[in-house]
């Protein structure tokens, strides 16, 4: 079977390394490199923390587990250490913790003085914050597993192709097609589209547009001697390993102002790292080395999109703001879906389906 997989980015690389595992023949084409989109700019922690429905928490907490099973070196499975403090928070998560033990997801609280144990830089906290553990969790390197796919795909014949721009995409009797913007056609037996937020360039699948709960900050420090381990978060910061002593910082309350099409504003910076000494010690003299504009790709109607758009079946479509979180779990399940295997897991996500629909704001 000939397939083009349109997306370089974590889930178009997942899903062409899981075609050519049954033998497609695949071709990648990418309009700029890989990674250049979604992928780059991802905070990649690896959960199913906050998943409040059942086909999606099923669905997330299976690709958690594809991450165990395809054991890549970019995979860091550390655990995530949460705490909280004002009482609203300290609400949110203690429901949180009871739906997730209800579902018989890994977490624990745990005392201060575990907390520390666990991560010696953390700073001292006033009394009444709560200690939460989830050790099944993990974060990733983008980019290593992105090339770690790549790689596999490649190894199985896949061409990759960058600055192929696709602009159109046809299906037909007889199999599919896509027009590049030089005006070249393609033609192939399948079209498996993994274009992130630009999905609704080519295909009939509303997005949601950059804005509040589709944007935000992340921002990578210099090297500091703090020795954290695993992804943190607290009341007003989120900071993980982001590799040789940086850390990756963003704050939900500050990502109102994002916008992909603006540099950040300094004070964002300032900001973050006013407030990292609140959380880690060992962090005087940090400067922010980069900051980026993460967009996510939203669809309209609910986190994750798969399926065929067409009724011939020869146009698939995979779009989801949790691509770092699913993409293992996708290379199997898609793949299965274009040589013919419906998965279950998929099934209540379908395009144009009354997909799920999660509070803005929320993130895997």
Excluded: K
Excluded at 166 to 173: A, C, P
Excluded at 196 to 216: A, E, H, K, Q, Y
């Amino acid at each position: 079977m000939r397939v083009v997989v349109i997306g370089a980015g974590i889930v178009g690389a997942a899903v062409a390394a899981g075609l050519t595992r049954r033998g497609a023949q695949v071709t990648v084409l990418e309009e700029r490199f890989p990674g250049a989109g979604t992928t780059g700019a991802s905070f990649a922690w690896v959960n199913a923390n906050h998943a409040d429905s059942e086909p999606y928490f099923t669905l997330a907490h299976a690709g958690l587990h594809a991450h165990y099973a395809l054991g890549s070196d970019a995979f860091q499975p550390t655990g995530h250490l949460e705490w909280a403090t004002g009482d609203g928070r300290l609400v949110e998560l203690s429901r949180r913790v009871e739906r997730l033990r209800g579902r018989e997801y890994a977490v624990e609280r745990i005392t201060a003085d575990q907390a520390t144990e666990l991560e010696p830089g953390l700073t001292t906290r006033p009394e009444g914050t709560e200690y939460v553990l989830f050790p099944e969790e993990a974060h990733v390197f983008p980019a290593r597993l992105l090339g770690r796919l790549l790689a596999e795909a490649r190894a199985g014949g896949a061409e990759v192709e960058n600055g192929a721009a696709v602009r159109e995409v046809r299906s037909g009797s007889a199999g599919a097609s896509v027009v590049l913007a030089d005006g070249d056609v393609r033609t192939t037996d399948v079209v498996v589209s993994c274009a992130g937020r630009w999905t609704d360039m080519l295909l009939d699948i509303p997005m949601r547009v950059p804005g509040v709960g589709t944007t935000g900050y992340l921002a990578t420090t210099s090297p500091l001697p703090t020795p954290l381990s695993r992804v943190l978060t607290t009341d007003g910061l989120s900071v993980r390993p982001d590799g040789g002593g940086r850390l990756l910082l963003r704050a939900r309350d500050l990502d109102f102002a994002a916008d992909p099409a603006l540099p950040p504003a300094p004070r964002i910076g300032a900001e973050l790292l006013a407030r990292l000494p609140e959380v880690l010690t060992g962090t005087e003299g940090a400067h922010v080395e980069q900051i980026r504009v993460a967009a996510h790709a939203t669809p309209a109607r609910g986190r994750t999109v798969a399926g065929f758009v067409d009724d011939a079946e020869h146009v698939y479509a995979v779009v989801t703001r949790d691509g770092v979180t699913l993409a293992p779990l996708l290379a199997d399940l898609v793949a299965g879906e274009v040589y013919g295997t419906e998965s279950a897991l998929l099934a209540p996500f379908r395009p144009g389906a009354d997909v799920l629909a999660f509070p803005a704001g929320t993130s895997l």
